[in-house]
């Protein structure tokens, strides 16, 4: 159990970066690395958490509002 959750807080720190970086017009193909290494840790959380607790990958589009929710902290 430990280890899952321990995943989304490393998704969750990650998002927050995320965040910054699109405030401060960082060019989107750095974002969009940076989403699809979120999105590879979310997959792996997925797959060794239960069923309830998984969560949605990350969309450069609803970022802020997917940090806002708190989904992955």
């Known amino acids: 159990m430990k280890d899952f959750l321990t995943k989304a807080k490393d998704a969750g720190y990650l998002l927050s970066e995320l965040v910054r970086l699109k405030k401060i017009n960082e060019p989107e ?4 690395k940076r989403i ?3 999105n590879e840790k979310v997959r792996t959380y997925n797959a060794i958490c239960p069923a309830q607790m ?3 990958e990350i969309e450069l589009e609803s970022i802020e509002i997917q ?5 992955y902290c």
């Open 36 to 38: 699809d290494d979120i």
């Open 54 to 56: 998984q969560r949605r």
């Open 29 to 32: 193909s750095e974002l969009m």
């Open 67 to 71: 940090h806002e929710i708190g989904n």
